[in-house]
């Protein structure tokens, strides 16, 4: 069974290309580029540099990515809840397997 149209947009048009971000990427000092040039049997992938830039500088070089920091959102906490609390939890999950198991049983 098939769900959704038939021809999806995300479908119509899939050769990769620059030509779609680069526009918007230069516009805002950013840059697009390829990882690999070709597919060649022998032609290495070279991963750019990610390093954080100040909103004025530069936001990518000849051989780095660089991503803006902003103060746009700040991280007011971090909590964590444990799902179990160590023996407690065991206890519990082997008590719930041993009913299940009883239950089976009888």
Known sequence: AHVGPVNAPEFADVISTENRLKAPAEATGGSVRRLASSTAPGSDVTLPSIVPVRSAGAASGS??????????????????????????GLGLLLL??????????R
Do not use: Q
């Not at 660089?66 to 809840?81: Q, W």
């Not at 719930?96 to 049983?105: D, H, P, Q, V």
């Open 63 to 88: 051989d780095w990515i660089g991503l803006r920091t902003t103060d746009d959102s700040v991280l007011k906490a971090v909590s964590r809840v444990p799902l179990f609390g160590g023996f407690l």
């Open 96 to 105: 719930a397997m041993g009913s299940m198991w009883y239950r089976e049983g």
